[in-house]
């Protein structure tokens, strides 16, 4: 990808100016950033399950899966500044108050990071996908107080019919083992909430701070954007293996496997292509895709385990096509 152009006013795919940074890159590389953010979202999920040991638990310090991330976001945005020539970004926009500002996404991603790991151990990987769509709710609402955007009612309609489909694919026959533990599925379900707004409030800053100019009217790098970003979630992570009762080993890394580490490197491709989805489309285009994965690692899991497709899962995945159509037809109504 080529560097973001730093002036102010910029030129869409039409080659007309325009100050709005959603239209810098052609149709097709946006829509293949959100085809690539699909795939790797989907392979994150299945690498986590993978990472599991056979009575399902991870063996390892799984505080160490977003730190590990974050130093490989932060690394490889400050070789994409050095690469691109936007040194001079840091003396010409850095500020203090911008910078701090970077503090509140990242906490907000470092939770929900952690929060990932569990409810995937909880609550499995297919409920996973499917209660991480309810963040796209939290976000539709989030985005309406913190960036004024508003939607037209055909577009909440679309909304509220993504959160059906993703409570409808989640309903299924309870056995009595599965009612004997409802206790620790709780925890998961509380998990889910809190990843929830968690989620949306960092999605929906972060588009505020990357979309947003520099004191001084241009446009910032991205890869400068995301070293501050980046930064703090390095602090976040370190922070949390500090306050976290050591293992009794020495190695830190005592207990991971390949598909551990592949989950790592997985993630940290996530989070650069979502913070470029952020910059140039919208949390809404990331929630979408987010609705899709639910469908792809349902469909992963019936194939992999020779079942066949659940009817709950069949409702929900219809539910969601509608909800997708709807969201992208032409949009006449008054928006709220």
Not at 118 to 141: D, M, W
Not at 270 to 278: N, T
């Amino acid at each position: 990808m080529h560097e973001t152009p730093t002036k102010a006013v910029l030129v869409d795919d039409a080659g007309n100016q325009t100050s709005d940074v959603t239209n810098v890159y052609p149709l097709s590389i946006r829509i293949s950033s959100c085809v690539a953010l699909l795939f790797f979202s989907v392979a994150a999920t299945m690498l986590a399950e993978l990472s599991k040991s056979e009575d399902g638990k991870y063996e390892y310090n799984t505080f160490l899966i977003p730190l590990s991330v974050e130093i490989i976001k932060l690394t490889v945005s400050a070789l994409s500044m050095l690469y691109t020539n936007n040194v001079g970004d840091i003396s010409k926009n850095f500020s203090l108050l911008s910078f701090g500002s970077y503090s509140v996404p990242a906490l907000c991603y470092f939770v929900s990071n952690n929060c990932m790991l569990y409810i995937i151990r909880e609550l499995g990987p297919t409920t996973f996908q499917v209660t991480n769509n309810l963040k796209t709710l939290s976000t539709a609402l989030l985005m309406r107080f913190v960036l004024s955007r508003k939607l037209t009612w055909p577009q909440i309609k679309a909304l509220v019919i993504l959160f059906c489909g993703s409570v409808v694919t989640q309903l299924k026959v309870t056995n009595e083992a599965d009612q004997h533990q409802a206790g620790f599925k709780l925890f998961g379900l509380a998990l889910v909430f809190v990843n929830a707004f968690a989620a949306g409030i960092g999605g929906v800053y972060s588009e505020k701070l990357l979309k947003g100019s520099s004191g001084n009217g241009e446009i910032e790098s991205i890869h400068f954007q995301n070293c501050q970003l980046y930064f703090f979630g390095v602090c976040f992570g370190f922070l949390s293996l500090l306050t976290r009762t050591s293992s009794g080993t020495s190695d830190p890394f005592d207990g991971f496997n390949i598909a551990a580490y592949a989950t790592i490197a997985v993630l940290a491709v996530c989070g650069l292509v979502v913070s470029f989805i952020l910059k140039y489309l919208d949390n809404i285009a990331k929630c979408f895709v987010g609705a899709l994965s639910m469908i792809s690692v349902g469909l992963l899991h019936a194939a992999t385990s020779s079942h066949s497709v659940p009817h709950h899962l069949s409702i929900g995945i219809v539910l969601t096509s509608i909800a997708i159509e709807q969201f992208n037809l032409p949009q006449t109504s008054i928006k709220y």
